[in-house]
C-alpha cells in the first residue's frame, strides 16, 4: 500500500518570504502522480499545483514549485513571496497512474498547517 | 461553471439515527469519490464510482456505511445506527474521467457531528 507522510503539523513564515513544505511517500509503483492540495477554513480543498512521476522537470504555479526527487521519493512544496491567503492546511497526495477498478483515489499525508505572519 | 455542491452543510445527529449525505457533482464529470476527514484518521478514501461501472467500495469502514449514484450523477452516501466515531468531515469529489492527470474537484464537504 502507498503512504504519504507530511512530518511537519506546523509550519509558519513571515509574509514575503518563502517557505517550504516537505512530503515523502512510499509506493512500489513507477507510474503515479503526486498533487499538493490547499484546503482554507471554508474546508474547500483547492488544488496547487500536481506532478507526474514520469516527468523530470518540477512543476511550476507562479509563486508554487515542487522539488520532486523520485529516487529519494521525496516531494517538496515552496511557496515564494509568502502572501496572507495562502494561510492554510496543505495536504500532499499520491494517486496511482494506472487505470484499473479503484485505482483513482488520493492517499493523503497528514497535512501541514501554515499560518502566515504579517 | 458551477462547482461540486454537498448537502447538508452541517449536520448533527444523535447517536443510532441514520443519516444521508448528498454530493452533486460537476455536470459531465463520470468519476465521483467520497472521502472521509477526521482527526484522528486524516483524508482516507470511502468509495468510487466511475460511470456504469461496478463501485469501489473498499474504503468503506464498516457495513454500516454505504453509497449510490443515482442517474450517473447525484450521489448520496448513507451511514447507519452512526456512532461517536463517525464524526467527520465527508468530503466530496468529482473528476471529468477516471487516471491520467485529471484533477478531482471537492465540494465543500458536510461536517457531521454525532452526540
Known amino acids: 500500500a502507498q503512504t504519504v507522510t507530511q512530518s511537519q503539523p506546523e509550519m509558519s513564515v513571515q509574509e514575503a518570504e518563502t517557505v517550504t513544505l516537505s512530503c515523502t511517500y512510499d509506493?512500489?509503483?513507477?507510474?503515479?502522480?503526486l498533487f499538493w492540495y490547499k484546503q482554507p477554513p471554508s474546508r474547500q480543498m483547492i488544488l496547487v499545483i500536481r506532478q507526474e512521476a514520469y516527468k523530470q522537470q518540477n512543476a511550476t504555479e507562479n509563486r508554487f514549485s515542487v522539488n520532486f526527487q523520485k529516487a529519494a521519493k521525496s516531494f517538496s512544496l515552496k511557496i515564494s513571496d509568502s502572501q496572507l491567503g495562502d494561510a492554510a492546511m496543505y495536504f500532499c497526495?499520491?494517486?496511482?497512474?494506472?487505470?484499473?477498478?479503484?485505482?483513482?483515489?488520493?492517499?493523503f499525508g497528514q497535512g501541514t498547517r501554515l499560518t502566515i505572519n504579517p | 461553471g458551477a462547482g461540486v455542491s454537498q448537502s447538508p452543510s452541517n449536520k448533527v445527529t444523535e447517536k443510532g439515527k441514520d443519516v444521508e449525505l448528498r454530493c452533486d457533482p460537476i455536470?459531465?464529470?463520470?468519476?465521483l469519490y467520497w472521502y472521509r476527514q477526521s482527526l484522528g484518521q486524516g483524508l482516507e478514501f470511502l468509495i468510487y464510482f466511475q460511470g456504469n461501472s461496478a463501485p469501489d467500495k473498499s474504503g468503506l469502514p464498516s457495513d454500516r456505511f454505504s453509497a449510490e449514484r443515482t442517474g450517473g450523477s447525484v450521489s448520496t452516501l448513507t451511514i447507519q445506527r452512526t456512532q461517536q466515531e463517525d464524526s467527520a468531515v465527508y468530503l466530496c469529489a468529482s473528476s471529468i474521467i477516471a487516471g491520467g492527470s485529471y484533477e478531482q474537484y471537492f465540494g465543500p464537504g458536510t461536517r457531521l457531528t454525532v452526540t
Open positions: 455536470s459531465g464529470h463520470t468519476a
Open positions: 497526495a499520491y494517486r496511482r497512474g494506472i487505470i484499473i477498478q479503484g485505482a483513482q483515489k488520493l492517499v
Open positions: 509506493t512500489s509503483e513507477s507510474d503515479y502522480y
